[in-house]
């Protein structure tokens, strides 16, 4: 079911609503004081993002989140990342800068740490495990060149791991070479799984290393062979380079981990697209602070 912007708006129309959502997704429903021990009724401090115990004591629930040092309003915050989740290729720092109303500037970096946040909940998806598609390619840079080289057009290269049925990774590696990619691979797919790539021979120890694998050629013109081909991952780059060029228009190799990252994200989630945005909410929880 999606989550539709008037429901975003009703649910936080203002700053206040947005901290009470972080205390609780921080604290719990039933806060206890750390100072007096009991069950607390939090009240809100005014001009502050921080809530007072009856017995004096302060809490402040964006400490050691995004939000801390930021004097952008928690409304604001919540409105990228509410944009960010919701449509199917991100938005670009200008789009965030005109809905929002902010600099440039501020709608580069608040893109970037909801990026980050992506790639963190990214991470606490397990190992892989079954049948994986393992593939790599080529993003940006110019369109000559040839070969699977770092200087391949000037391209950054980016391995890919997809689980079907589950999530994918992306990571940006230096080359193709076979002692680049094999720890990559052991690290995020299960021994025992069975893996699906292309003709690259730098996949062809896997077996050495417990994994069934099968491989398409696609310099023959091959795409399937029997159970093995690597489609699901084609598609993830197809989206993925689809969403830089019409969106973003232009990644720098210096942050394109990034937009490797939030499009993992929305992919990981979309069997749950409504609840990509709560998802992103409660990333803040997951370190659980005491309320003191």
Partial sequence: ??????????????????????MELRCGKEPVCAKCGKV???????GRRAYA??????????AGT????????LQLWFHAMYLMTSTRNGVSAKELERQ?????????????????????????NGPMSGHVEVDETYVGGKAHGKGRGPRAGGKTIVLGMLQRGGHVKGQIVPDVKRHTLRPIIRENVQEGSTISTDELRSYAVLPSHGYEHGSVNHSAGQYVNGRFHVNGMENFWKHLKGGIRSTHIHVSRKYLQNYVEEFGFRYNN?????????????????RQTEVG
């Fill in 40 to 46: 607390s009724q939090f009240t809100p401090i005014q």
């Fill in 1 to 22: 079911m999606k989550y539709t912007h008037r429901q975003f708006i009703d649910e936080f129309p203002n700053d206040a609503a947005c901290l009470a959502k972080i």
């Fill in 270 to 286: 979309r069997k749950e697209a409504g609840a990509m945005f709560y998802r992103m909410l409660s990333h803040l929880a997951q």
């Fill in 53 to 62: 115990c009856s017995c004096g004591h302060h809490v402040y629930p964006c």
């Fill in 66 to 73: 995004v939000f801390e040092k930021s004097s952008t309003s």
């Fill in 100 to 124: 929002l109303g902010v600099t440039y500037k501020t709608a580069w970096r608040m893109g970037h740490e909801i990026r980050k946040l992506m790639a963190e909940r990214n991470k606490l």
